[in-house]
């Protein structure tokens, strides 16, 4: 209680003391003469603001490859990153303290003879010309004012000109100092005080203005650095006045020699030298990524879509992209700059980049849904397009994982794998046989081209497609008949419900409304009538590469936080989401499309049949077109990579891709399967039983 008034009274001292700024610090002589002292104006550690015991301090996040090493780019509000003392070259520790603080050693927080030279200087002059704010105090100041969680405002109220901040001030300084070691709050002052340029602690400085890291700064370095502490803004050499950062390096090498750090023939050498700035930049954002490199911008951009998806780094979008930009994290991604390469020079070679349209394509890992390449023949750019064209050259768009404005593009016959898989799911075996006709009229009611009398009447590409088929030479060929026949007899909702199972988003709003009211009588959606894209096609593939096992496409390898704690979000997301057997089973008659053979003998042609020979081991996969060649798709897949491409027009989808396109895409995707599995080992995919491959067990109609 005693203690408590007594703080009261050396406030209320305090404030009638001053008359301003500097006056704060004359208080405390005043408070002396009285016999209060220094320890009653101390804040228990324990009761200091939680930001001060641990600075929540804004660090910027970067986004590697997955090597761990090159860097994609960085997300921050300010160029921040912590290291610790011991990385921080002697002499830039000794010149701060020599800039800001000469006594920093001798005071408890603050310091008595600072605060009587100040008021002296201050009263002599008539005017503020010396605070005489201690590292300490200067540390908590900054920590209040750049702590993550505040609003504008209430910064600029922890940096207002007030008796009663210099009196916080002093307060909590005396209480770290208490608590922490001298070189314990000298490391957090270098990385959390602000150098100019746009650089906040001694890392983004010593890049920013040296492009060197902060153990190998040197002496004249140092003292430049330092000197800009004080007036970041205006004696930024790069932005703003370079005589005056040089005349403040002078200083700062002055009070070194002064001080006894420096021997008077080496700081007079380092005053002599030039500026010698080399500066560089952190990129920040995807559009920062670099030049060379520019196609890494759609995978970056994905990667802060899926993070904002991402509840371990808040509970609202608008908390995450807060999180990715002041968190501090460092992300190993997925993103494979080898694999990427390999299969941007493969879309490319299917359109170049000034073609009205595109050829995106993704790569997917089975097993643990981590992507490995992102390409489209565009440039990552908010730069303008000529008139009418919205995504060519330039675009930020994600046209190869959907979102925004895009929801995709129609994926034809790929989409009969999930007729397929329901159809096992339900008991039929591969060898379910059916004589398919030409064309076919279902129960399925439709409009306009498609429809006999209002129900969907398909009819086959060809003539050799009609006749008798199972699974395996149906899916090899493509008959379209065949699966219109095997979804009535499973339920187009089941066949739906497999889609959505294996990742198949509904991102346009038609096919989101059918998907959930009229899944019963969505016959049509067997040939791929719903919007899509190369992700989750890939990934649904790899889904049954991976002996049903479904994982969430994933543009990381690991995250850590800021004190290098793994985090969580960064680890596979998978479970099993249909049948291993199944899966196997489906694998054995997607081997047909691609000129392989199934564990049964059962293929017998296909769309792409010259894959499995140029590929030289066991592969599977799937052609698709949409109506009138509107566009094209090739899926293909082993158990270790699976890659769909797709071929659209995506500011006018009346544009039709032409079936041409489609052996281009098949060359691609060959291409691409060849260098990204050029060093791992040949693997077989799993046969099915026979029981799976030739017994009815236990099917049922749909309803």
Known sequence: MIRARLDKVVTVLIAGVLAGLVLAMAALPVALVFGIGFSALSTPYSELPNT?????????????????????????????????????????????????????????????????????????DGQTRQGASTLTMQYVRNVLSSDPRLTERQRQAATEVTTARKVQEMRYALALERELSKEEILARYLNIAYFGAGAYGIAAASKRYFSTAPADLTMAQSALLAGLVRSPHTDDPINGDADAALSRRAYVLDQLVETGQVPPDEAARAKAEPLGLRPSETPNDCTAVPEAHNDWGFFCDWFTRWWRTQSAFGSSAEERSLSLRRGGYSVVSSLDPAVQRATVEQVLRVYPVTDRRAAPTAVVQPGTGRVLAMAVNRTYSVDDNPAGQKNRPNTVNQLVAGGGAISGYQGGSTFKLFTMLAALESGLPLRTVYDAPGRLVTRFPVTGAASCGGRWCPENASASMDGRQDMWTAFGLSVNTYFAWLTERVGADRVVEMAERLGITFRADEDARLARYGAKDWGPFTLGVSATTPLDLANAYATVAAEGTWCAPSPVMSIKDASGRPVDAGAPDCRQVVDAEVARAAVDAARCPVGDQSMYQGCDGGTADDLRTRLGRPVAGKTGSSDRYATETVVAFTPQLSVASMAANPDDPRDLVGKAVQARLVDAVGEVLSFALRDQPVRDFVPPSERTAFEVTGARDGN
Do not use: C
């Open 52 to 124: 001060l015991r641990t600075p929540p301090t804004a660090q910027r996040t970067n986004l590697y490859a997955n090597d761990g090493t090159t860097l994609i780019t960085s997300f921050y509000q300010e160029d921040r990153v912590d290291v610790p003392l011991p990385e921080v070259a002697p002499v830039m520790r000794q010149a701060i303290i020599a800039a800001e603080d000469v006594r920093f050693y001798q005071h408890s927080g603050v310091d008595l003879r600072g605060v009587a030279r100040a008021f002296t200087v201050n009263q002599r």
